[in-house]
């Protein structure tokens, strides 16, 4: 991400100010700050997110943290299935797993249950795909990308930055009094 269309005035005068606060001050205001940037992310992320069923969409989600003095806020999901649908899968095998694979009870004890009878049960063990047992394994197509972390950064990075220090300059300004006139945050076209 290029932040060259990002116009900042009066940072120096900011960087002072921000110097004279308290660490846990200081430490508060960019939190919120980058917050305020993350949320921008958020929505664009959560705007790009086309899955159908909206689980995805739904576990897009901002945390912050101060760790060892460095504020950082991501924007992440913990939807199993993020992975496959930001970058894409190529086609793969998907076998059911051999402590999975249902067994019988024979005359010379347990055994497994092969493909041909495992087709024939369609019981447990068996995978199952919009509906429909279809055996042991079964070749997957894969699924081209359909990436929204990404083009969200892309798209909205230079507006998050804006918004971060604009969420900073009116902090400061009403909470802790810094005459932020001389301080400019806007995205250049």
Known sequence: MATSGVKVTGLKELAEFMKQLPEKLQKNVMRGALRAGAKVLEAEAKRGAAVDDGDLRESIRISTRNQKGVVTASV?????????????????????????????????????????????????????????????????????????????????GQEAIVAAGNYMKARLATKHGLDTSGVAVEAEQ
Request: aromatic letters at 8%; charged letters at 25%.
């Open 76 to 156: 992440k999901t913990d939807d199993f299935k993020a992975h496959w649908i930001e970058f894409g899968t190529a086609a793969h095998w998907i076998s059911v797993a051999a402590k999975d694979t249902p067994t019988r009870k024979t005359r010379r004890g347990e055994e497994k249950v092969g493909l041909k009878t495992l087709n024939k049960m369609m019981a447990k063990g068996s995978l199952q795909i919009g509906g429909q047992f279809v055996g042991a394994s079964v070749l997957h197509p894969g699924i081209r990308a359909r990436p929204f972390m990404r083009p969200a950064l892309d798209n909205k």
